[in-house]
């Protein structure tokens, strides 16, 4: 990152987009989980990136959460564990922004409710730099914001009136 750096100071440098939520096993900021051991190594090195990201796909489809949480209820809270654990690490004055990079588990990714719903809980959490899938998994293509079915706009581009 010094590289990058160095060719652009004013870059923003977006990572680890850790495909998991700061309360799963593999994240979780209160022991020492992968992305704990990512950061501060990060620190450690002076490679710590300006926005923090991971993803959001609702723990009752992911990790064993809580049940009924597919409209993304518990993003805020997790937001607020990714801030606590930067300020207690001394991270917070290098790190300014979180980025919940995939939300949403499969089943409801072109249903404009609960897009709404995930949508209302990133903007709670204050996580500005959000986006959703676009793996190419159905019902989205490569670019995640057309279906399958032609030029049809999915959920999130009839919620928020973009794209299409």
Known sequence: MT???AINPHQQILGPSAACAPWSEYCD????????????????????????????M?????????????????????????RKFLAA?????????LSINEFMPLATWSAPGPT?????????????????????????????????QGPLPVGGMFSTGHGG
């Open 58 to 82: 609702g723990p009752a489809v992911r990790e064993g959460g809580a049940e009924g949480d597919f409209a993304g209820q518990t993003i805020p809270a997790h937001a607020a564990a990714v």
């Open 89 to 97: 690490e001394g991270m917070a004055s290098r790190i300014k922004s």
């Open 116 to 148: 709404l719903a995930f949508l209302a809980s990133i903007e709670r959490a204050a996580a500005p730099a959000s986006g959703n899938d676009a793996s190419g998994s159905p019902p989205l293509d490569v670019e995640g914001v057309m279906t399958n």
């Open 3 to 5: 590289i990058l750096r």
């Open 29 to 56: 900021l209160t022991k020492d989980s992968w992305l704990a051991r990512f950061l501060r190594f990060a620190k450690k090195t002076d490679t710590l990136p300006d926005i923090v990201s991971w993803h959001e």
